[in-house]
């Protein structure tokens, strides 16, 4: 007779599940963030590296203490705190001083993630937050841009080249010189630059393994590039002399970073696919809008952050259609 | 840094003016006495009054939708309240307390197997039954602890919901929560309970639980006041008729019932003092007290239980503790 | 892309895992020496013992009588005598009253019911009373009693019945060999249920990773065009009733209703079988194939059971258990019952006995939700799981009404994806039994 070992397992159906798990998903983007983040440390030198550490570190351990302090399991081996350290690192000029680095870690964990009750409860991207708080905070050291090393540094200056056009438009009226952008050394990464942002390339080569497993949806990068590629190019075919051209907007500004790896942030995206074009479209409009108009040369961040903000009502309105039912109001 | 600051100080500004103008315009007229009432209820909002919370209750009162003694957490003080502001009698209230049927903790009670899923008492039993082997049995997984407005239910070492009488208010939330229906909400004067609710067989909860009512029926025979039936393989104290003795806990073999009355004592009736009233011997519900009218009435220690319901009603505080009565098993905290 | 049809919405695509059974004939498991057979193994009202302690009963006899409409008899599964009538382990879990039978070894039949052996000359109120005494219930696992879904009220008009040969869930191959090895049963069913409701033509729907079946039935239904069998694409859940009725006949059940709403009726094919079986032989409903497999079962099989067979006689009859079972299922891996003990009796609805070792049995606790939407992109139904689940964890039973949760079909999809692991299937059965009650409070 065959006796069963006992005790058996009890649980609900179903008893077969999908390979994937919270922490095979943070790693494998973590490990999509090595291209760039190889690219990152390549071209700015050691201190990319020691800022890399320190920022990954840094959430790492600043999860475990929230975590205690809230009397839940530490859960650092997930990886999200990781990936947020990795992202906030990539966000980073290379240049940041260790406080810099080490306060934007405490403001990712804790106002980013924690005081909304951890993973999965922010409604905001949090290294996103904390790039953001420490923008605000520290203007000076957020934009002291190192340039590339030397091997590559022909003439390059440490300015970001929205950041040169920026100025350019603002003291001269036009672009000038800075209109004059390399898209192929944009695309390589041989700008100045946050540690992460500058190489189009390898960002894209780690999205791609990232769309291929499914992890990040296409939908957000495709209606984010779209929408900033559509309403910057018809700007700048009114005003070529003061607008870049809107490939280089593309590949600078921390763009790709931002429509691939941040915008995409499950916990902070909406939940159906339509949704996911509303934010993504959103987050587009807003960045070229800033970039445009606004003070700031960038935007992308501001940008998926307002759009963040708008997730719980996008959810409410973009509610998948229900078998059976003919119409369906949102609840 | 201007223009934001006096944007921002303007929006606040308008709606500040909008948010007072509709305040204005859509208050409502409030019976003064529903904010008096709402004063008065203990504000837990636990439901156990039917309405959906307090303040809803409070404005029930106000418009004699409800009784004076629907707030049964409140207990007869705030019955009493109630009754005062509405100008009303206020009905009596029987303290009645949450009591857990069931023993069967870990390593008493059995489990099925290892049970992985939503940590709830409710899903879990959605799950074959839940994970206990004994299908009455407390699963465990702390629903009512949860349920309960005023903390006053808590898994013991072993699993166990434990009721803090002092803190419990008879709201009966942790009744509504428990899939295996196996809390009650009894009279707080019975101190002596089964802890087991398994109808099946001797044999079958002997297999999966130590501590089960095994339906011998001992106690229903030790019963003086015969307030135990049994129901299936299942004793039954019927709490309005149980005086509350022990010897059914005496006698358990399993040490299923509970006998929570510390330090029993046989009746003494002080001769001299006794004014042979007689009300005594009315109250006792095992006829052990005898004695002709006027004259000194006396106990009969062989019968006396040590209910104790005499001493309070003889008028000449006549009746004292006398030998005290040995209780055989653990009496539990 | 294939070419089947398929429903529109959700579905996911767990790994078939039948190549273990898909070419392993049925095979009649022997007569265990005792039997368990439970008054309750159908949806609906349990059936009344009509025997008692001491009674020797034939095969075939009933042992139980259906308590009104919503309910069917069971008949003795063999000769032997009654031993007990007490509750008795049950699939479902808790123990349930059952009537238990030692077999004398003999298998006596007692008179058939009066076979019909021209069902299409036979009155539809005849034939749907037959199926009733003969104890038939969907054999699909959802073990509603058959002879109800084919009685719809006559405002109802039927025009279309479809079998269900998709056996979507993995592991399992019951209803995959019974289309390879008994194609001509299956179709005679389908003329019979058709014939209730003066239908000429009908559908049969098989999932792709079928072909064998395809070409059988397809080969045995002819070129007369009465039986069109329907291949489907491989997707979970396809085999869901309002999924199928929705692959075949491109409509859509409202939400609450049953497929009549539509026109359609659904059988499984084993149940067509079974009326069958019942109609023209007189036989009762005493037996099904079951498929024993998992990587923790020695030799896997699909067994012809009698009903009441302990779980533990089957397994032993497919070489027995591997050293690292962690998990017994009865039913398919998704939407099947987890068990405690081998010794509860198979029964009308077991599809599957499911053995999982260590490595494929989940333990990890859930984590929180990642807001991933991998949930809803696989609902079927088109609802928002973890809404519900976290309404419901919040004990907000009005928003996980206002969710949907009553439309779930707890295909467990949802669960299937989850990469947090949280038990959305259970949170979500948890939160219907809660907006029933609520509902029923409010008296809607
Ligand atoms: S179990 Fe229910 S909620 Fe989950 S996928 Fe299936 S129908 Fe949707
Ligand atoms: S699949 Fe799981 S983690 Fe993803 S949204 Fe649904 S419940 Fe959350």
Redesign the pocket.
């Known amino acids: 007779m065959s006796l069963e070992p006992r005790p058996l397992t009890l649980s609900s159906s179903p008893h077969a599940f999908a390979g994937d798990s ?1 922490a095979r998903i943070m790693w494998t983007v973590v490990a999509a963030l090595a291209p760039a983040t190889a690219w990152g440390i390549y071209a700015f030198g050691p201190r990319a590296a020691w800022v890399t550490a320190l920022a990954v570190a840094g959430c790492a351990g600043f999860e475990a203490v929230f975590q205690r302090m809230r009397g839940r399991p530490v859960t650092v081996s997930d990886g999200s705190a990781v990936l947020t350290g990795l992202l906030l690192a990539l966000n980073l000029p290379a240049a940041s001083p260790w406080w810099l680095v080490v306060l934007g870690a405490a403001v990712a964990m804790g106002l980013g993630k924690h005081v909304f009750g951890g993973l ?1 409860q922010n409604p905001f991207n949090p290294a996103l937050v904390a790039r953001v708080v420490l923008l605000v905070s520290f203007p000076v050291q957020m934009t002291t841009w190192s340039a590339p090393g030397s091997f590559l540094a022909d003439g390059i200056s440490g300015a970001t080249p929205l950041g040169a056009a920026k100025t350019a438009v603002a003291t001269a009226g036009v672009l000038g010189p800075a209109g004059h952008v390399d898209l192929w050394a944009l695309a390589l990464g041989a700008h100045g630059g946050s540690i992460g942002e500058v190489s189009a390339i390898a960002l894209i080569l780690g999205a791609a393994v990232l769309l291929w497993r499914r992890i990040i949806p296409w939908d957000i990068p495709a209606a984010f590039i779209g929408a900033t590629l559509l309403v910057t190019g018809a700007v700048w075919e009114l005003h070529p002399d003061r607008v870049l051209d809107p490939l280089a907007q593309i590949l600078t500004g921390g763009l790709l970073l931002g429509a691939l790896f941040m915008a995409t942030d ?1 916990v902070t995206s909406p ?1 159906t696919r339509k949704g996911r074009w509303i934010f993504g479209l959103g987050c587009g409009v807003i960045t070229a809008a800033i970039r445009l108009w606004g003070g700031y040369p960038e935007g992308v961040s501001f940008a998926i952050l307002l759009m963040n903000a708008c997730v719980p009502l996008i959810d409410r309105f973009t509610r998948p259609r229900k078998f059976g039912w003919v119409k369906e109001a949102a609840p | 840094m201007i223009e934001a600051v006096l944007i921002v100080g303007g929006l606040g500004l308008v709606s500040a003016l909008g948010l007072g103008l509709a305040s204005l315009k859509f208050r409502v007229e409030v019976d003064p006495r529903v904010e008096a009432l709402e004063g008065v209820l203990p504000g837990a909002n636990c439901g156990a009054c039917g309405y959906a919370g307090c303040s809803a209750l409070a404005k029930a009162l106000a418009e004699g939708a409800a009784e004076p003694t629907a707030c049964t957490p409140g207990g007869a003080e705030v019955a009493g309240a109630i009754a005062g502001i509405l100008g009303v009698e206020a009905g009596t209230t029987v303290r009645r307390i949450a009591v857990v049927h069931c023993r069967g903790g870990r390593g008493v009670a059995l489990d099925k197997g290892v049970y992985v899923g939503v940590p709830d008492c409710r899903a879990a039993a959605l799950v074959g039954g839940g994970p206990k082997l004994c299908s009455a049995g407390c699963l465990g997984l702390g629903t009512c602890e949860r349920a309960c407005p005023f903390g006053a239910i808590h898994l013991d070492g072993a699993g166990l919901p434990r009721v803090a009488p002092d803190r419990c208010t008879g709201c009966g939330a942790c009744v509504d929560a428990c899939p295996k229906r196996i809390i009650d909400l009894e009279p707080d004067g019975c101190r002596v309970h089964v802890r087991c609710r398994s109808t099946d067989r001797g044999k079958a909860v002997k297999a999966v639980c130590s501590e089960g009512c095994i339906g011998c029926g001992r106690c229903a025979k030790a019963c003086p006041v015969d307030a135990i039936a049994m129901d299936r393989g299942l004793a039954r104290i019927d709490p309005d008729a149980c005086v509350s003795c022990g010897r059914c806990a005496a006698v358990c073999p399993t040490a299923n019932i509970d006998d929570l009355v510390a330090g029993r004592c046989k009746a003494l009736i002080d001769e001299p003092a006794c004014i042979g009233c007689g009300k005594c011997a009315r109250v006792c519900p095992v006829d052990a007290i005898a004695g002709e009218r006027k004259a000194p009435h006396r106990v009969d220690a062989d019968r006396c239980v040590g209910c104790g319901r005499c001493a309070p009603v003889c008028p000449a505080g006549a009746i004292r503790d006398g030998d005290p009565i040995p209780t055989s098993v653990e009496t539990a905290a | 892309m294939s070419a089947g049809r398929t429903f529109k919405r959700g579905g996911v695509h767990p790994p078939g895992e039948k190549h273990r059974t898909a070419a392993v004939a049925v095979e009649d498991a022997p007569l265990p020496e005792r039997l368990v057979v439970p008054v309750s193994q159908h949806i609906g009202a349990p059936a009344r013992p009509v025997v008692k302690k001491g009674d020797r009963v034939l095969a075939g006899q009933v042992l139980a009588e259906a308590v009104g409409f919503v309910s069917v008899p069971v008949h003795a599964p063999t000769s032997g005598t009654v031993r007990r009538v007490d509750v008795a382990p049950h699939p479902m879990g808790t123990p349930q009253p059952a009537i238990e039978i030692e077999a004398d070894g003999d298998d006596a039949w007692a008179e058939p019911l009066e076979p019909i052996p021209a069902p299409e000359a036979a009155d539809p109120s005849v034939l749907r009373r037959r199926i009733q005494e003969a104890g038939i219930v969907g054999l699909g696992g959802a073990t509603f009693p058959t002879h109800v879904k084919l009685s719809p009220p006559p405002e109802a008009t039927i025009d279309a019945v479809i079998l269900n040969g998709v056996e979507c869930e993995p592991y399992l191959t019951a209803d995959h060999r019974l289309m390879l090895e008994a194609a001509g049963e299956i179709l005679a069913g389908l003329q019979i249920v058709l014939h209730l409701f003066g239908l000429e033509r009908g559908w049969v729907g098989i999932e792709e990773n079928k072909p064998d079946a395809i070409a059988e039935m397809g080969r045995r239904a002819g070129d007369g065009g009465w039986a069109e069998v329907v291949p489907l694409e491989i997707k979970y859940p396809q085999g869901a009733e309002k999924q199928l009725i929705q692959a075949v006949l491109g409509r859509e059940v409202p939400s609450g209703a049953l497929p009549m709403a539509v026109g359609a009726v659904v059988q499984n094919v084993a149940t067509a079988a079974a009326i069958h079986a019942a109609v023209v032989r007189g036989r009762p409903l005493v037996e099904r194939v079951v498929t024993v497999t998992g990587p923790g079962v020695r030799e896997p099989k699909n067994l012809r059971f009698r009903v009441g067979t302990p779980v533990r006689h089957l397994v032993d009859r497919c070489g027995g258990l591997t050293g690292d079972v962690a998990k017994v299922v009865l039913g398919g891996p998704m939407m099947g019952l987890a068990q405690h003990t081998l010794d509860v009796p198979a029964i009308k609805g077991t599809s599957g006995v499911l053995c999982l070792t260590r490595d494929r049995v989940r333990t990890a606790p859930a984590g929180p ?8 992109d ?1 609902c079927p139904m088109g609802l928002e ?2 809404g519900i ?1 976290a309404a419901i964890g919040a004990d907000l039973v009005e928003e996980a009404d206002r969710y949907h949760a009553l439309d779930c079909i707890e295909c467990g999809s ?1 669960a299937y ?4 692991f ?1 038990p ?1 299937v259970q949170s979500i059965r948890y939160a219907k039994g809660r907006v029933l009650s609520w509902r029923r409070k409010r008296g809607r």
């Open positions: 919270t999965g499950m939940l | 939700c990642l807001r991933c939407g991998r949930c809803v696989a799981p973890t689940a949802c994806v989850c990469p947090a949280i959305l």
